[in-house]
């Protein structure tokens, strides 16, 4: 038998979340968020789930093209944009998007001839100060880009919020003002508002809205879940018990023996870890569910297995089922008491783990591509 650590993405999760970003927006058209292999829940299976978006971003051509093999007809545009003359070339002839964020891609684009022009995103830097021009150079900018033969017009228009997560903070309100007031009678089509945005800066909605962590059902705000605003995790991490023992009083668990038993103790040993993705530092006490229960970690993690403390749990077996985080055990908390963010740990599965997918509509079976393929 094969090792039994997985996840499970749930494509009925996906695509309520994608109802659940239109409903936040209903004026906008909706440009999902699959960079990063949609988040580390495969590229091309959430993209098919969320096909009845109107583009998907992502932040490579390579990713582009995984789309376009899928068969996927949607526009996608590239937020990083391009870095060669070959790689116009092929975003062109796939029917890419392109992001232009700096001098070099601008001179690229206008030193090109390409026989089908290419829709472009003009993007502004407001105050992220990492991709985009200026508020200064923009017009000169503009001016240029609608002159460029490769060039469709009319161009579109972007910049990214670098605080949204932080509703009422006024570094976004004068991220929008600037926005508005640089490209202000200037005839395009605009988009801002990324998921945090989505759900508390509706001003920023625009004509298109990016929404990308809330589409894989977790919330993008510190200290929230994505239940409390009506989304559906999408991946559901689990794996089994290997081993169930009894610890003396005084005994330590794993390397570093950071953990010790206070009274005679029913320990389960998981088969997960920074192997497959699960965080190292989630320190102990970080919650587990075993058989729907939950149960503190104990002892460090280690490549290939956790330990955690069953004396709760007196009929857990070898064989019973672990989940790491789901609908039952939101992400976002394993995240908070690993120090780091739940994005992290959902692009952080790694190849080993075994994909597969379940639909409301069907029964859970294996996912068709190879797991290094979906992921």
């Known amino acids: 038998m094969s090792r039994a650590t997985g996840a499970l993405i749930s494509l009925a999760a996906l695509r309520h979340n994608l109802r659940q970003a239109h409903a936040l927006a209903p004026h906008s058209r909706i440009m999902a968020m699959v960079k990063a292999n949609a988040y580390g829940h495969g590229l091309a299976v959430a993209a098919r789930a969320l096909s009845a978006a109107d583009a998907f971003g992502v932040a490579s051509l390579e990713e582009a093209l995984i789309l376009r093999h899928a068969g996927l007809a949607h526009p996608i545009v590239l937020l990083e944009g391009v870095f060669s003359a070959a790689e116009i070339e092929e975003a062109a002839h796939n029917g890419c998007e392109l992001v232009v964020h700096d001098e070099r891609q601008l001179a690229l684009l ?17 105050g992220m100060h990492r991709l985009g021009f200026a508020p200064g150079e923009a017009h000169a900018v503009w001016e240029r880009l609608n002159s460029a033969r490769s060039v469709r017009t009319p161009l579109r228009l972007m910049t990214h919020l670098a605080r949204a997560d932080e509703p009422g903070n006024p570094h976004t309100r004068a991220q929008l003002q600037t926005f508005a007031d640089v490209t202000r009678g200037w005839i395009a089509e605009r988009s801002i508002a990324n998921s945090a945005a989505l759900l508390a800066w509706p001003e920023s909605h625009a004509d298109w809205v990016r929404p990308g962590i809330l589409l894989y059902g977790v919330s993008p705000f510190p200290d929230h879940a994505g239940v409390e605003y009506d989304l559906k995790p999408v991946m559901t991490m689990r794996t089994v018990l290997i081993a169930v023992k009894t610890v003396a009083r005084g005994d330590t668990v794993g390397y570093g023996g950071n953990w010790q038993a206070e009274r005679d103790t029913r320990i389960g040993i998981a088969a997960i870890g920074y192997g497959d993705g699960y965080p ?15 149960v503190p970690l104990i002892g460090r993690v280690a490549m290939d297995m956790i330990a955690v403390d069953l004396h709760t749990q007196a009929t857990a ?44 509509h069907q029964p859970e079976r294996a996912a068709a591509q190879a797991p290094q393929q979906i992921k």
């Open 317 to 360: 077996r070898v064989g019973d089922e672990v989940v790491l985080w789901g609908p039952e055990l939101p992400v976002e908390e394993i995240a908070r008491a690993a120090g780091t963010i739940p994005y992290e740990l959902l692009c952080g599965v790694t190849q080993r783990v075994k994909f597969g997918v379940v639909d409301e």
């Open 280 to 294: 190292r530092h989630a320190p102990n006490g970080t919650p587990v569910l075993v058989n729907g229960a939950r």
């Open 110 to 126: 206008e030193a090109s001839a390409l026989e089908k022009s290419l829709n472009v995103w003009l993007k502004l830097d407001t």
